[in-house]
């Protein structure tokens, strides 16, 4: 095969085996890889296809179904296990920890509500579901923090992407699901724990720490791929709206997965254009490098004064010297951290006050639209909402949350490059806006559910990218494994605090003055079921008033960081980069043939780091 740079010789690729390689062991693969992990990561979201099938085969009640949904939740956020491990191994280490625990939990819970085993007890299902949920956290922390590190400078578009595609898996799996087994939930459990699991095990040795070279289009390549999302997103909210209209056939499930899987496969055509562009960008790099060390042979050697001229000593030979002080204990450092934007330790970044305001910002606004996506469906009817239209709510859910993390992730990039609008600010919008998604649930406007779940939606979402690229942009990206997950705590505490003690206990309360008024005694084992606007009117106010002091304590991040913000948070990056190329500009051989010519000794590895 012969292809023509723009301006420049023909070049001839050896053979089709070195694209394939080049393909394969490039970035933009990587990429590709990523975006199917995390299409994979969401199961978690679809918790109410199948609770149903858990409770009526195990003989749960509501308060035991609910205690399970908590367990899901919190092993699905705490992932700083997973962090820790990722400090000192590949990447390949914690994502493929991942897919054993979710294939382990989720295959338990099938054998359970198929009655393979014996009934386990209450406790061992919550570990089960525990287990197979915390799975997401070391996908999230092998491939997204992986994929962040690997492009520094884009971290806003590659969170906003990779949290995009987790957002919209719940929808992608529920297509495959009617597709393989139709209407059969309890396999649904069973395609939970196989298939994230082989798509992790197939890209295993994918995903890894590479040099960053930064190419000249490189947030051109990740627009493209958001398209692509976008038209995935669009297409599932076609179809989902189609099979709410009309009865589907499995062999019309068929063809509706068969679209979702070429969308899901259409970014390994970007990947394959783009690789193909860096391949022939060093064929022609060799060649031309390969005629300048040829002029630079068959020249006359120096005088023989100037070999008796000692070289000068480089740089890295001091470097030894330097290595040998001892570093000071981690925990005498803990209260001296370094300036915002360099590498913090752990302990640093955990005990300061910028990641303890963060904290609090995520625990009331993430709590609080979290509150909404649980407690949806008893939402919905407590203020008699027809039960079709509760399944739209989940649906408007799905895709604005999706719309919601690839907005704020591109968008903040877009004006943190351009107009130096600090990621803080952003965040104290999103709070700001939540609180009126809040509001209309409380005072039950009519319709009002419909736009709440637009805007919850969103802005659930939208947090997650604002905050874990903030993570990466104070505390810096050494650490940033373990700070990814710890970020990630904020939602289990802020969902127990809000949406089980208070949304929950002021719903029940609220219940049992209904069954009280009405002379209803309730049975044991009976929910209760609450009707009308005060079902969560109360709860709402409380959720209103912690949201602000969430947009408050944001807001005072926005000052303590403003001149950070208004600095040039890349620059280092951009260095790196640049240094990067240099060493990677020839091959190794080469590279010591030309140093050699020149008189340096001491050439430059280019090797890839953590393969």
């Avoid at 975006?35 to 308060?63: C, H, R, V, W």
């Avoid at 100037?306 to 740089?315: D, K, M, S």
């Avoid at 600095?567 to 990677?584: L, N, P, S, V, W």
Wanted: hydrophobic share 50%; aromatic share 12%.
């Amino acid at each position: 095969m012969v292809v023509a740079a723009s301006g420049g010789p023909k070049v001839s690729p050896r053979d089709a085996g070195t694209l394939a390689v080049q393909v394969v062991t490039g970035r933009w693969f990587m990429v590709f890889a990523s975006l199917l992990i995390m299409s994979a990561a969401g199961a978690t979201y679809m918790f109410s296809l199948y609770s149903s099938n858990i409770k009526s085969s195990l003989g749960y009640d509501q308060t035991t179904l609910n205690l399970l949904s908590f367990f899901k939740d919190l092993g699905a956020n705490v992932g700083v296990i997973s962090g820790l491990i990722n400090e000192v191994t590949p990447p390949w280490v914690v994502i493929s920890i991942g897919a054993m625990l979710n294939f382990f939990g989720y295959f338990m819970i099938w054998m359970a509500v198929t009655k393979r085993i014996a009934a386990p007890q209450v406790w061992q299902m919550c570990l089960y579901i525990c287990i197979g949920a915390n799975s997401q956290a070391f996908s999230n922390t092998g491939a997204l923090v992986t994929l962040v590190k690997n492009f520094p400078e884009s971290r806003g578009v590659v969170l906003g992407l990779l949290k995009g595609y987790v957002g919209l898996s719940g929808a992608i799996f529920t297509q495959l699901f009617y597709a393989f087994y139709y209407h059969d939930t309890k396999a649904l459990i069973l395609l939970i724990g196989w298939l994230p699991a082989a798509i992790s095990f197939a890209f295993l040795r994918t995903i890894r720490i590479v040099k960053v070279v930064r190419q000249p289009n490189e947030v051109k390549v990740f627009y493209n791929l958001l398209y692509i999302s976008l038209g995935l997103a669009g297409f599932i909210m076609i179809m989902i709206i189609v099979e709410k209209q009309l009865t589907f056939t499995r062999s019309e499930y068929g063809i509706s997965a068969a679209g979702v899987i070429f969308l899901l496969f259409l970014p390994l055509a970007i990947v394959l254009i783009e690789e193909f562009k860096i391949l022939k960008a060093k064929e022609l790099l060799a060649a031309s490098d390969s005629s300048q060390l040829k002029i630079t042979a068959e020249k006359p050697p120096p005088p023989p004064l100037q070999e008796t001229v000692p070289p000068t000593p480089p740089a890295s030979a001091l470097a030894p010297v330097a290595s040998n002080e001892k570093q000071p204990s981690c925990w005498r450092t803990a209260f001296r951290p370094p300036d915002r934007g360099e590498d913090y330790t752990i302990l640093q970044a955990l005990f300061s006050i910028d990641m303890l305001i963060l904290f609090l910002a995520t625990i009331c606004g993430v709590g609080g639209t979290l509150t909404v996506i649980d407690n949806l469906g008893q939402i919905g009817a407590s203020l008699r909402y027809p039960t079709k239209s509760i399944g739209t709510f989940v649906t408007l859910v799905s895709i604005w949350n999706y719309l919601g993390r690839v907005a704020a992730g591109f968008g903040s990039e877009i004006l943190l490059t351009k107009y130096k609008f600090p990621r803080p600010l952003m965040l104290t919008i999103i709070l700001l806006v939540s609180c009126v998604g809040h509001l209309l649930i409380a005072f039950d406007i009519p319709g009002g559910l419909y736009i709440a779940s637009i805007i919850i939606g969103f802005c659930f979402g939208a947090q997650w990218p604002l905050l874990f690229a903030i993570i990466s942009e104070i505390f810096g990206l050494k650490y940033y494994s373990t700070l990814y997950n710890f970020g990630s705590v904020a939602s289990p505490v802020g969902s127990y605090i809000l949406s089980v003690r208070v949304a929950g206990g002021l719903y029940d309360r609220e219940a049992r003055k209904q069954m009280l008024a009405e002379g209803i005694r309730r049975n044991s084992g009976e929910g209760l079921n609450c009707v009308g606007t005060k079902c969560f009117q109360l709860a709402f106010f409380i959720i209103t008033a912690a949201t602000l002091l969430g947009a408050l304590a944001s807001f005072v991040l926005v000052m303590r960081t403003r001149k950070f913000y208004r600095g040039d948070i890349y620059k280092k990056f951009r260095e790196e980069a640049k240094e990067a190329e240099t060493q990677m500009a020839l091959p190794n051989n080469q590279q010591e043939d030309n140093n050699v010519a020149v008189g340096n000794g001491n050439p430059v590895s280019s090797e890839t780091k953590g393969a």
